[in-house]
């Protein structure tokens, strides 16, 4: 009965008066742009699973849309989720689905679909997907009370079959059952669907619209109800089936690039190295006037850098053509070796810390990134004042970054493939802009308090990137991305752990 029922495109829809109501929308198609949700099981199977998985996923496109165009949809989806899912354990899917997905999904919402669900008082997203997928998206950045989605079977141990809890994936009639179970009898007022098989649900609301396949461009990230501030996952492309075979065909010819470029600028002088970049391909765009070398008997400077990848004080040395030192959170003791300048290690002992800049400061330069983590996005964490107490011969640098097919972070991956990730991309982007150095009487020197000194820098810098300042910290980022409060452990606590197990 209700595929019998015209539906009339969404243009038609009013978004007046809807405070009260209530609206069922579909997903892939619908709320979003794209109609297949390929890139974001690709996701998941690379992150939360491995590269082989996301490779055996890749190859399977070919039988899933000859399924889903032949044969069934519900079967091609299911095709999808058991080789995306399978043996994964469910905490490390949620963690993928709340630290990856959202920032590709943000760049993917209909501005259409978007005009009419965020005007609903109640909004209900019903889709084929997997819930545990949609679900930290569609909650926190389109305002979803509820996700009806397919649920996925669990063993005890915590890990996904791969297989689907009945009536399985909600396609068809099993959207119309799911309505009408979740429902009873006060239907939504407004049913929103992109394709015949959303027509069962949609017969059912008081009202229908349908979003037809015509392109247009994503609602920009800003309209939706949160920012993205921090994301996590490798790929910097949504990874469509072209995209990523376009990228595991690049993966042995960048990783190949990057031990090059890393490896062949250990031994090199900082004023050579620079050449060495345009060599390699790695583009460093340098800006302003740095201060000179400090003289003998001369405390050195201190770079005040925001924080975009690991490599940021290497490429800053390089750009002042001299050998600075780096103080950071934590650093592997094979990147300690390997890299060009020194680099030492924070304690997180606040005298400790100190006296160990202080002591770095008498032998030369030294660069400080007081975020204490990276930030992938336009948007500024907040600095760390402790720098502010220990010299007023401060310079701000302001650092962005362009990477077009990998990133070079990570919250729950390998941190030593970080520099290895940066230079893997084709052209890897620097831009270094060192500002004036502090006046006196913006200093601790000059009555500023640290605090007072820590912000201003933070709002110089934002301002010289077109960046937004936050209070946000590193403890909230791996809070957000990783669920832990990103404390590294001591080796005293590490051992202690290992006791235990």
Known sequence: MGAHRRFEPISKCSSEGRSNQMVAADLDGTLLVSRSAFPYFMLIALEAGSLIRAIVLLASVPFVYFTYLFISESVAINTFIFISFSGLKMRDIELVSRSVLPKFYAEDVHPETWRVFSSFGKRYIITANPRIMVEPFVKTFLGADKVIGTELEVTKSGRATGFTIKPGVLVGEHKRAAILKEFGKNLPDLGLGDRETDHDFMSLCKEGYMVPRTKCDPLPRNKLLSPIIFHEGRLVQRPTPLAALLTFLWFPIGFILSLLRVYLNIPL??????????????????????????????????????????????????????????????????????????????????????????????????????????????????????FAELTDRIVPVAINTKQTVFHGTTVRGHKLLDPYFVFMNPMPTYEITFLNQLPTELTCKGGKSAIEVANYIQRVLAGTLGFECTNLTRKDKYAILAGTDGRVPSKKEKEQEKEKA
């Not at 680099?343 to 975020?371: T, Y």
């Open 269 to 386: 002088p900082e004023r050579i190295a620079r050449y060495n970049y345009k060599i390699l391909g790695i583009k460093l765009i340098v800006k302003g006037s740095p201060p000179p070398a400090p003289k003998k008997g001369q405390s050195g400077v201190l770079f005040i850098c925001n924080h975009r990848t690991v490599l940021d004080p290497v490429v800053t040395a390089v750009a002042l053509g001299r050998k600075i030192s780096c103080v950071t959170y934590s650093i592997s003791k094979f990147t300690e070796i390997i890299s060009p300048i020194r680099a030492v290690a924070l304690s997180r002992e606040r005298e400790k810390d100190a006296a160990n800049i202080k002591r770095l400061l008498e032998e030369g330069d030294l660069v400080i990134c007081p975020e204490g983590t990276t930030c992938r996005e336009p948007f500024l964490l907040r600095f760390s004042a402790l």
